[in-house]
């Protein structure tokens, strides 16, 4: 396409993810054009924009707004920035991708989602995983009809940590501010794919390990509005990532994704194996954890191109800010539980 009748998009903050990631999967989705970069350290705008061919940098975002014809921008920064700069940008009549969290709290969610309540224009969260192709497959079998009614969710993440990003404003020293940090830095994925899945969680329950030293593992049950019952398992310790969901159905069937990359599933009279209880019929694939040689991981370009295309063609994207308010809500609550040991609905709102 070309570059005069792309959309045209900024990028706000140019660290890790959008130098390793985001930007590399833009450069592979044909309808945008990064026409700027914006950090405030001068030396990795800069940068970010010399490597990925944007025209000119900046040091400050509303300099930026002021002086570019824009139709969009990505936000990857500080959560509070999601939130402020997201807002700003909504205000001036631009259309958002903002990275995971919306916001640092529930109430700044629900204020960055009410700010692009009744508009046309599109935000997209970056909770990339629904955005991941086996995660598409799976929701595609689990709704065919030999899948039959979706009975069991259950879900494991481990990873490597715990870690903590220092500009926060959380504390390393504080356990709560850790388990905290774990939820709206990773977890908040895990809460979006159970509800790609298997729509909406209408409360939860969750025990929380209690060991010496610095232990970040939990059990979360999900009781979702559906009435199907539903658990994940996290825990920041792990050597490499681990990271599983499957859903059991009536058909009977079932299919699980893992890594981001694999997927497998057994439906009624799949053509292959031999049953029996462990020679089942499974299918497997395995799209590879690196893709478009090497240029991408799974899901980036996918979600970048879906927020594309709804601000192309005027149509729904996801996650969006609701889903986002919506995640925040389930990462109170799930704290919440564990603090009074009982099962926390998720209020309506
Ligand atoms: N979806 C994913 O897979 C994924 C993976 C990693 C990070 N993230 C999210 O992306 C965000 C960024 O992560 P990162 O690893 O790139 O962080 P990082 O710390 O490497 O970079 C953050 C950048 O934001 C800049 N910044 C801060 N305030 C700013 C402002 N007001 N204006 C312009 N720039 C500003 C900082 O100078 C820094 O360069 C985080 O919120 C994180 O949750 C998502």
């Given at each position: 396409m070309p570059p005069k009748d792309r959309l045209r998009v900024a990028m706000i903050g140019c660290g890790g993810l959008p130098n390793g990631t985001l930007l590399p999967a833009l450069m592979l989705v044909?309808?945008?054009?990064?026409v700027a970069t914006c950090d405030l350290r001068e030396e990795a705008a800069q940068k970010t924009a010399d490597r990925f061919r944007a025209e000119r940098s900046y040091t400050d975002h509303r300099k930026m707004l002021d002086q570019e014809k824009l139709d969009g921008v990505l936000v990857a920064a500080p959560p509070a920035i999601h939130e402020r700069i997201g807002i700003e940008a909504l205000e001036r009549g631009l259309h958002v991708f903002t990275e995971k969290p919306p916001s640092m709290t529930r109430e700044g969610a629900r204020r960055f989602r009410d700010a692009a309540r009744g508009k046309t224009l599109k935000v997209l969260m970056g909770t990339v995983q629904r955005h991941c192709p086996v995660n598409q497959m799976a929701r595609e079998i689990l709704h065919r009809p030999e899948f039959g009614q979706p009975i069991l969710y259950q879900a494991r993440y481990l990873c490597p940590g715990p870690g903590m990003r220092m500009d926060w404003g959380l504390k390393r020293e504080s356990d709560d501010d850790m388990f905290r940090f774990f939820f709206l830095d990773h977890i908040i994925h895990h809460l979006d794919l159970a509800r790609f899945f298997m729509g909406e969680i209408a409360a939860v329950t969750a025990m929380r390990t209690r060991a010496p030293g610095e232990v970040y593992a939990a059990s979360i049950l999900y009781r979702f509005a559906s009435g199907v019952a539903g658990s994940q398992s996290i825990a920041f310790r792990s050597p490499v990532f681990e990271n599983r969901s499957l859903i059991a159905g009536t058909g009977p069937a079932w299919v699980e994704t893992h890594n981001w990359s694999k997927l497998a599933y057994s439906l009624p009279n799949l053509p292959v194996g031999q049953g029996g209880y462990s020679d089942g019929r499974i299918l497997s694939w395995d799209g590879g954890i690196s893709y478009q040689n090497g240029v991408s991981r799974p899901g980036y370009r996918e979600e970048l191109t879906a927020w594309a295309a709804a601000i192309r063609n005027n149509t729904e994207c996801g996650a969006n800010l609701e889903d986002g308010y919506r995640e925040m809500q389930i990462i109170d609550a799930i704290i919440q539980s564990v603090r009074e040991g009982r099962e926390v609905p998720i209020p309506e709102d």
């Open positions: 044909e309808d945008l054009l990064l």
